[in-house]
């Protein structure tokens, strides 16, 4: 038999964004619940932000044409604190002022307190030359009305929900979350708690894939419906996959996608719609399955089918892939328009003298010398790595690497953010 042409990264995604069409279904939540959530439309600021001048410290506000010189004395007519306006400010007058408080009429400049000295007779005297401007911070500097702060396809951070409280939005309106059915595949499954270390049977393992996935999906904004472990049996799985079709728009599995007699994912999905099984050049992460799994005619969804993605059972390949592959489809499904991640150029202080085919991910950690170490073992299996590590190096397929050399960092916490 022929083996399939090991397909790139840089296509496959390409491909996988062409079915990431934004759900249907936005709402309005408030604007204290949207962190992580995705905005469905621009928001337009009503107002300026600072609605007015206003003083950025605690002072006195001034004309600059009384203190063009140090030592003019002025006379403290009234007292600004935030929140409150101040009256006109004439010739020769100071007015006290606190930070945020609106610039008074007449005033062109504030002074820093500590640059003053108080006199007898509510006088004061100015120890400095005062410029025209100095400490005012202008109406509008930060927002100004009908500019476009953010738009559609953001996914919110604390910082952008409070600009969006910044300009009066008590509630924002968001994209749907995608329902995501996540299950796992393997007889040899078994879950923590059920099962003591002492008692595991030979060839069982622990289901660590489940913890971590179903902790990413949520971190990317899913509603996760866990549906456990499916025995590997072909009955069981159809089963699984046409109950998960009926009310999620994602079904996730780990484990079952390659091509072994206990891997019954791919004649399952294809039993139930269509489903394209891809060997990727990366590594870790070879075997990947996308496709589509049909609903039954008259059940109220979003479409007619339901999305399938399959990642392979090793826990790093399913880490990696899930990051590469499933992160940017769901932030798609939500209407995210920029999923990808930067690439920070660093220095490798190890060596890789075997280059391989594919393209590699290699779990490294930076150092206090500002460069990069390598987990000394690279196995798919081995999730360790992605503990130690805090990112990989994106290392192009056919590339060795030298102590010294320059080489591409993606931050796990930049990924994971």
Not at 259 to 277: R, S
Not at 337 to 351: G, N, P
Request: with cysteine; hydrophobic share 45%.
């Amino acid at each position: 038999m022929t083996r399939p042409a090991l397909l790139s990264l840089d296509e496959a995604l390409p491909q996988l964004l062409t079915q990431a069409h934004a759900l249907a279904g936005a709402q309005w939540v408030s604007t204290f619940d949207a962190d992580g959530r995705v905005l469905a439309q621009d928001v337009i600021a009503g107002l300026q932000v600072p609605p007015q001048d206003n003083s950025s410290m605690d002072g006195y506000a001034l004309r600059a044409a009384d203190c063009e010189q140090a030592g003019a004395v002025l006379r403290v007519t009234q007292r600004i604190p935030a929140g409150t306006h101040g009256t006109q400010l004439n010739a020769g007058e100071a007015a006290r002022i606190f930070t945020g408080a609106p610039i008074p009429p007449g005033a062109d400049a504030v002074v820093m307190q500590e640059e003053c000295e108080a006199l007898e007779g509510h006088q004061i005297k100015v120890n400095k030359a005062v410029p025209a401007a100095q400490w005012i911070r202008r109406s509008g500097e930060d927002v100004t009305r009908g500019a476009k702060v953010l738009s559609q396809g953001t996914r919110l951070t604390p910082a952008e929900l409070g600009l969006a409280a910044s300009i009066g939005l008590a509630q924002l309106q968001v994209s749907a979350r995608p329902r995501v059915a996540l299950f796992s595949t393997g007889d040899e499954l078994v879950m923590p708690g059920d099962v003591a270390p002492e008692a595991m049977s030979a060839g069982a393992i622990y289901n660590s894939n489940r913890f971590f996935l179903r902790a990413l999906l949520q971190r990317f904004g899913c509603e996760v419906t866990d549906l456990g472990i499916v025995p590997d049996k072909r009955d069981a799985t159809m089963a699984a996959l046409h109950d998960a079709a009926r009310h999620h728009d994602l079904i996730l599995t780990s484990g079952g996608v390659s091509v072994g007699e206990e891997d019954h994912i791919k004649p399952a999905v294809e039993a139930l719609g269509v489903l394209n099984l891809w060997q990727l050049a990366i590594k870790p992460g070879k075997p990947f399955a996308f496709g589509k799994v049909h609903r039954d005619s008259g059940i109220e969804s979003v479409g007619d089918a339901c999305h399938f993605m399959g990642l392979p059972g090793n826990p790093v390949s399913s880490f990696v892939t899930f990051l590469l592959l499933v992160r940017p489809f769901v932030l798609a499904l939500q209407g995210v328009t920029k999923t990808d991640i930067a690439r920070t150029e660093m220095q490798a202080h190890f060596d890789w003298p075997r280059a391989d085919k594919r393209r590699e991910f290699l779990r490294v950690k930076r150092n206090p010398a500002g460069g990069l170490d390598l987990f000394h073992n690279q196995s798919s299996g081995v999730l360790t790595s992605a503990v130690w590590g805090d990112g990989v190096v994106d290392n192009p397929a056919g590339q060795t690497i030298a102590k010294g050399d320059n080489v591409r960092f993606i931050s796990f916490a930049e990924w994971l953010a």
